[in-house]
């Protein structure tokens, strides 16, 4: 019988990446849909991304992720960004059209606002958000809470001068009332605030101790907290919260809906987030 042993390559790109958990989702959505592809995680340092494009052209993948450090970087090495990533400024996904064109994409934001509806039950039109960070996906999670609505954004990131460069694409690109708040010492979290975003990488493996320094005395009741971190997905944070009493949202919900829009792009087919949710709680035994 004839076999057909050529696997479709798909993956990411990024530096630290060893933490990265995608691959144990996206390759069990590939089996579930009988799919000969595979997901590899891929060490790419700065200094070597132009290089790693490069190699996926020639190597014809089909796609890549790109995470920390690379999605504002890599834009300027594809062949077009699509409007919704332009307007973010940042890059998370990497396709192949059907001329062997390398477009980006952001899903991230759309993922993180689809666990912020679906996993936690709450509608961000009207809420007050502050966002720790100031990366690409800070970037991408401030434009998709923009376009739903949200009433204010704010964001506290230690580098005055990209979190500056941030409030104002995010203003002039959504009209959102949106203000930087430089991030000196620890960050107290008013009464007024909704939602708290980490989208800073601190509390990452393997360093799963530490945390964002912010001051939780004066939050509200209600107070929902997310990280956008997956690894380990109940952060320090997230633990210090819950005991506080506050709803949290920990990051493997924004990492499924994201990649489950990844697959469909690469693929043309619908993922079963069945299956992605499945290995990836047996991968952390949750």
Not at 48 to 75: D, S, W, Y
Not at 114 to 120: K, S
Not at 256 to 271: D, L, N, S
Request: proline letters at 5%; aromatic letters at 4%.
């Amino acid at each position: 019988m004839a076999a057909n042993y050529k696997e479709e390559l798909v993956g990411v790109f990024g530096h630290p990446v060893a933490e990265n958990p995608t691959c144990v989702m996206q390759n069990a959505a590939f089996a579930a849909a009988g799919l000969n592809w595979r997901y590899l995680t891929i060490e790419v340092r700065p200094e070597q991304l132009p290089a790693a494009i490069n190699g996926l052209r020639g190597m014809n993948f089909r796609g890549i992720n790109c995470t920390i450090p690379h999605k504002v970087a890599v834009m300027s090495l594809l062949d077009e960004a699509r409007p919704d990533a332009a307007m973010i400024g940042a890059v998370n996904t990497v396709r192949v059209d059907g001329r062997g064109r390398l477009i980006g994409e952001n899903t991230d934001g759309k993922g993180f606002l689809r666990g912020i509806r679906e996993d936690a039950g709450m509608d961000p039109a009207g809420k007050s958000v502050v966002i720790l960070g100031a990366g690409g996906a800070s970037r991408a999670i401030a434009v998709e809470l923009a376009l739903a609505g949200v009433r204010q954004i704010r964001i506290a990131n230690r580098s005055v001068e990209r979190g500056q460069a941030m409030v104002g694409d995010l203003v002039n690109r959504t009209k959102v009332n949106a203000e930087l708040v430089p991030l000196v010492g620890r960050y107290r979290v008013g009464k007024d605030v909704d939602i708290l975003i980490n989208a800073t990488s601190i509390g990452l493996y393997p360093d799963v101790e530490a945390r964002p320094e912010v001051q939780l005395e004066e939050a509200r009741g209600n107070l929902l907290v997310a990280d956008a971190i997956p690894n380990p997905p109940d952060t320090r944070l997230l633990q210090e919260c819950r005991q506080r009493g506050f709803k949290t949202l920990n990051g493997l919900a924004m990492l499924v809906y994201q990649g489950a829009i990844g697959f469909e792009m690469w693929t043309g087919q619908k993922a079963d987030e069945g299956a992605m949710k499945a290995a990836l709680g047996k991968a952390f035994g949750i």
